[in-house]
C-alpha cells in the first residue's frame, strides 16, 4: 500500500517524486491539477486542455450573443473583457460565486454566455477545470490508485474551491488522514531597506555570493518578489554581471523576437501601416530576417509620419530591395476587407512562417537560439489551436485574439542538470526546504495585496497573501525581507505590514549629483536694458501659460529659446500617435467619463474619441485606463470627493513682483469636492509623476498655480494637491494631515503636512512664483536644467551644447 501526499504546486510534487524514486519510498505526492489529469487518463477519457481554446471559446461565445446581451454588449470587443469573464466563469463553474444577487438582465446575459461557452468547448473537445474536476470526482471510487492507497498526507493547498474541496474530502474517506506542516519551525528572518533598487538588488547579490563562497549550494538558494516584472530588468544585467548561476524567467511569446514580428504582421493586415509598425517590423534582432541596409534603414528613420497606407509605403520605399521582400512577404496578407473563419486569417500567418523558417531566424549564442526555437515551437501551436475556430471575425477583431494567444503563451522552461538559483513568483517556493529565501519589492502597496471587488459578479474576491507568508516562513531556513526606500520613478515606498520594526540600512553607493550650480554662457543674465524692457512688455501684455512657466522652472535656457527668442523648435518625426496628442484624448476620455456620471463605459468613450481623432486605440492604452478607472471609481467612493470640475479653464491670476505683475492661465484637469465643499486638485499624468520634492522645491510649478487659481474660485478649504498617474494610480503631493486618512493615505506617505505649515502652504507657493517672475522680468536664463531628464527630449540641445 502507498501513501498518497497532496502539495500546493506541481514543482513540489515533481522534487518530491524524485526523492521518493531515489529512497524506494511509497511516497505518491500530487498536486491538485496533477492528480486530476492522473485520474482521467486512467480513466481512458479523450479531452483537450487548453486555457487559450477556453478563451477563444469566449470569444466565440460573446460574437454569437452580443446583439442579444442586455448589460454587456457594448464590452463585447474589449479583451480585458474576456479575461475578467473567464476568470468569472471558472468561479462560478466550482462553484464559489452564484448570479443570484444580480440584477434579472445581468443575470440573463452571464447565463446565455455561459450555456454558449459550454456549448463551444464541447465542439472543441475541451474540459475546463472544473469539468476536469466533475470527471475526476465521478471516477475515484473506481480507480486503481484508490485501491492502492491506504493513507493520504495533506499539506496546504491553497484556497480550494468547492469542487477541490470535494475532491480532497472524497480522497480522505476511509483512509487514515495526516495534516503535515513543511517545517515545525518559523525560518530565521532579517530585513533591509536600501536606498533604490539596484541597491536592493546588488546587496541581495553580494549576501548570495558570500552563501556560496561558504558552500550552500545553488539550488538551495530563492530570490522571489511579489513585483517580479518590476526587478527583472535591474535582475537579469546584475545577475550576468556578477556571474550568478541562475535560470532566468522565460518569457512569454509577445515579448520574443518571433512573437513581435508575428503581431507586427497582423497588424499590418490592416489598412493602416504606421511608421512604428514598419520599423518594428524590421528592426535588427526583434523583426522579420530580412537584412536591411543601412541607407534602408534610414530611410524609414526620416519617413514622415502622415504615410499611413499600403500604397503610400511602395511609393516611399518600394525601390529598395531589402523593402522589396518584405513588401512581398506583405502582399501574401493582403485581402479585401471583411468578415473571415479565423482560419483564414491563421492560414496566410502560416504561409508566411513557411517562407521564414527556423534556420533563417539570427541568434548569437545558444541562449538566444534555444528561446526562438521555442518561440517558433510555440507559434505553430498557437496557430493550430486557432485554426480550429470557424468564427467569422475582420482583422482588427483577428489580432485581439491573436494578441491575447500570443499574451498567454509562456515558454516552457528548459531542462537543465545544473543547479542553479531559482529566481521567480512567491506561490512556487512554498515547501521547497531552501537554505535562504530572499524575498525582494516587500512594500505596502506590493504584498499583502487587498480583497478587492469584482466588477462583475459585485463580489469581493479575497487575498490569501498572509496565508503565503505563513507558509514562505516554514519554506526555508533563513529568510531576508527587503524593500527599496524609492522606486525607480524616485516615487516613495512604503514598508508592508509584515515588515520587521528592526532592519539594516544599505549604505547607498556614491552616484553622481545633480548640477550643483548653473551653467552658464557667461553670467547668464541679459545685461541690455533695451532687451529686458522689451521682455517685460512683451510679458505684461499677455497672460503666461501655465506650462510656460513650467518650462522656466526646468530649464531657464529653453524658456528663453521657446518664449523670449521665439525659435521654432526642429521637427521630431514620431512613430504614431504623439504622446501629447495620447494624453490629450485620455484627458478627454476621462472628462466625459465623469462629467456623464459613468454613464457611459470608458471603453465606449476611448473608442468613439479614438475613431473621431482617426487613430488607433491600442490594448495598452485600453487596458491602462480601464484599471485607472476601477482604482479610481474604488477612491472616489471611499474617499466621498467627487470629480466636479473637469478640465476647468482658469485665466488673470495676478503675481505681483517689484520688476512687474504677470498674469497666469491654465487648465485644472480634475477639482474633486466633498459635500462640505472641501476640496482636493489634480492633475493627471501618463509618464512618470513629478516628486514631492520637485513640488516643494519649486522645480514644478503647475500645483502650485492651480493651488492659487482654485483658491479664488471655491470657497471651501483645500485638502490635497497632486499629481494622478493613469499608468499606476498613483498620487503624489501635498496633503492636509487632518484629511489624509479620508483620502486614503497613511501617514507613511510622503507630503503629509501638519496643519500650522499647510495653512502657510499658499504663501509660499506665492513667494515661489514672484522669485520665478523677478528672474525671467531680470533677464536670468541660465542652461541649469533640474535634471539629465529635461535635457534628454529638449528641442534646443545644439544651442546650448550641454554635455
Not at 446575459?109 to 461557452?117: E, G, N, P
Not at 494567444?405 to 515558454?411: F, K
Not at 529653453?558 to 485620455?586: H, K, M, W
Not at 465623469?594 to 454613464?599: G, L, N, S, Y
Request: net charge negative.
Amino acid at each position: 500500500m502507498s501513501t498518497l501526499c497532496l502539495v500546493p504546486h506541481p514543482q513540489l510534487a515533481h522534487k518530491w517524486r524524485q526523492s521518493a524514486v531515489y529512497a524506494h519510498s511509497d511516497l505518491l505526492p500530487f498536486a491538485i491539477k496533477e492528480l486530476v489529469a492522473q485520474l482521467l487518463k486512467e480513466q481512458g477519457l479523450p479531452y483537450r486542455d487548453s486555457v487559450f481554446l477556453e478563451k477563444i471559446a469566449l470569444w466565440e461565445a460573446v460574437g454569437e450573443a452580443r446583439d442579444g446581451l442586455v448589460c454587456y454588449g457594448q464590452m463585447a470587443d474589449f479583451p480585458g473583457f474576456i479575461e475578467d469573464l473567464h476568470n468569472l466563469f471558472f468561479r462560478f463553474g466550482s462553484g464559489q460565486v452564484s448570479f443570484e444577487h444580480l440584477s434579472d438582465p445581468e443575470q440573463g446575459d452571464l447565463h446565455l454566455l455561459y450555456d454558449l461557452y459550454l456549448q463551444k468547448l464541447s465542439a472543441y473537445h475541451v474540459l475546463n477545470q472544473a469539468q476536469q474536476l466533475e470527471q475526476a470526482i465521478a471516477f475515484w471510487p473506481n480507480s486503481q490508485l484508490k485501491q492502492k492507497v491506504n493513507r493520504v498526507e495533506l499539506y496546504y493547498l491553497g484556497e480550494l474551491t468547492r469542487l477541490e474541496r470535494r475532491l480532497v474530502n472524497l480522497i480522505c474517506e476511509g483512509k487514515q488522514v495526516e495534516h503535515c506542516t513543511f517545517s515545525p519551525n518559523d525560518a530565521d528572518v532579517t530585513a533591509v531597506v536600501a536606498a533604490s533598487p539596484r541597491e536592493e538588488i546588488v546587496q541581495v547579490i553580494k549576501a548570495i555570493i558570500g552563501l556560496l563562497n561558504q558552500g550552500v549550494e545553488p539550488q538551495t538558494i530563492a530570490v522571489v518578489s511579489p513585483d517580479l516584472d518590476s526587478y527583472l530588468p535591474l535582475i537579469m544585467p546584475l545577475f550576468s554581471q556578477y556571474q550568478l548561476p541562475w535560470q532566468p524567467p522565460m518569457p512569454k511569446l509577445a515579448d520574443t523576437p518571433v512573437g513581435k514580428a508575428m503581431g507586427t504582421l497582423v497588424r499590418l493586415m490592416q489598412s493602416v501601416w504606421t511608421k512604428h509598425d514598419l520599423e518594428q517590423l524590421a528592426a535588427p534582432g526583434w523583426g522579420l530576417p530580412f537584412g536591411l541596409s543601412q541607407e534602408e534603414h534610414r530611410l524609414l528613420r526620416i519617413a514622415p509620419p502622415t504615410l499611413r497606407s499600403r500604397e503610400q509605403w511602395h511609393n516611399y520605399l518600394g525601390e529598395c530591395p531589402g523593402w522589396q521582400q518584405i513588401f512581398a512577404v506583405l502582399q501574401t496578407l493582403h485581402f479585401k476587407p471583411g468578415f473571415y473563419p479565423v482560419r483564414f486569417y491563421t492560414e496566410r500567418l502560416q504561409r508566411v512562417l513557411a517562407e521564414l523558417p527556423l534556420i533563417k531566424w539570427p541568434a548569437v549564442d545558444h541562449g538566444q537560439w534555444a528561446v526562438l526555437a521555442k518561440s517558433y515551437d510555440g507559434l505553430q501551436k498557437l496557430l493550430a489551436d486557432l485554426a480550429v475556430s470557424q468564427h467569422l471575425v475582420n482583422a482588427a477583431q483577428f489580432e485581439q485574439i491573436f494578441n491575447t494567444a500570443l499574451d498567454s503563451y509562456v515558454l516552457p522552461q528548459p531542462r537543465s542538470f545544473l543547479q542553479k538559483i531559482y529566481v521567480g513568483s512567491l506561490s512556487q517556493v512554498v515547501g521547497m526546504g531552501y537554505h535562504t529565501l530572499y524575498m525582494i519589492g516587500v512594500t505596502e502597496s506590493n504584498f499583502p495585496k487587498p480583497a478587492k471587488r469584482d466588477w462583475l459578479s459585485k463580489q469581493m474576491l479575497t487575498s490569501s497573501d498572509y496565508d503565503l507568508y505563513r507558509l514562505l516562513l516554514r519554506s526555508t531556513s533563513h529568510l531576508q525581507l527587503s524593500y527599496a526606500e524609492q522606486d525607480q520613478a524616485d516615487r516613495i515606498n512604503i514598508a508592508s505590514q509584515i515588515f520587521p520594526a528592526e532592519f539594516t540600512r544599505v549604505v547607498p553607493f556614491n552616484r553622481a549629483g545633480g548640477y550643483s550650480k548653473a551653467i552658464t554662457i557667461g553670467d547668464g543674465v541679459l545685461g541690455d536694458p533695451a532687451i529686458i524692457t522689451d521682455i517685460t512688455a512683451r510679458l505684461q501684455g499677455k497672460q503666461l501659460s501655465v506650462s510656460k512657466l513650467n518650462l522656466y522652472a526646468s530649464c531657464p535656457f529653453r524658456f528663453l529659446c521657446s518664449e523670449i527668442y521665439n525659435l521654432e523648435a526642429e521637427d521630431v518625426l514620431v512613430d504614431d500617435i504623439t504622446p501629447q496628442a495620447e494624453g490629450a484624448l485620455i484627458h478627454e476620455a476621462l472628462r466625459l467619463y465623469w462629467q456623464q456620471k459613468q454613464v457611459v463605459p470608458i471603453e465606449q468613450i476611448l473608442v468613439e474619441l479614438y475613431d473621431a481623432a482617426g487613430e488607433r486605440l491600442t490594448r495598452r492604452v485600453l487596458s491602462m485606463v480601464v484599471s485607472f478607472i476601477k482604482k479610481d471609481q474604488a477612491l472616489v467612493e471611499a474617499s466621498g470627493y467627487y470629480p466636479t470640475y473637469l478640465e476647468h479653464w482658469f485665466e488673470g491670476v495676478t503675481i505681483a513682483s517689484q520688476s512687474g505683475t504677470i498674469r497666469l492661465r491654465g487648465i485644472i484637469d480634475r477639482i474633486d469636492v466633498d459635500q462640505d465643499g472641501n476640496y482636493v486638485i489634480y492633475d493627471y499624468k501618463t509618464g512618470a509623476n513629478p516628486s514631492v520634492r520637485a513640488i516643494q522645491k519649486a522645480e514644478n510649478l503647475q500645483l502650485q498655480v492651480y493651488l492659487l487659481a482654485a483658491s479664488q474660485i471655491l470657497p471651501g478649504t483645500v485638502h490635497g494637491i497632486a499629481f494622478y498617474n493613469i499608468k499606476n494610480s498613483q498620487r503624489t503631493g501635498l496633503w492636509m494631515e487632518a484629511a489624509h486618512q479620508k483620502l486614503g493615505l497613511t501617514r507613511r506617505n510622503a507630503g503629509i503636512m501638519p496643519q500650522d505649515e499647510w495653512d502657510q502652504l499658499a504663501d509660499s507657493f506665492y513667494q515661489s512664483l514672484q522669485y520665478y517672475l523677478e528672474q525671467i522680468l531680470n533677464g536670468y536664463f541660465p542652461i541649469a536644467p533640474v535634471d539629465d531628464i529635461v535635457c534628454s527630449h529638449c528641442p534646443y540641445r545644439g544651442i546650448c551644447r550641454k554635455e
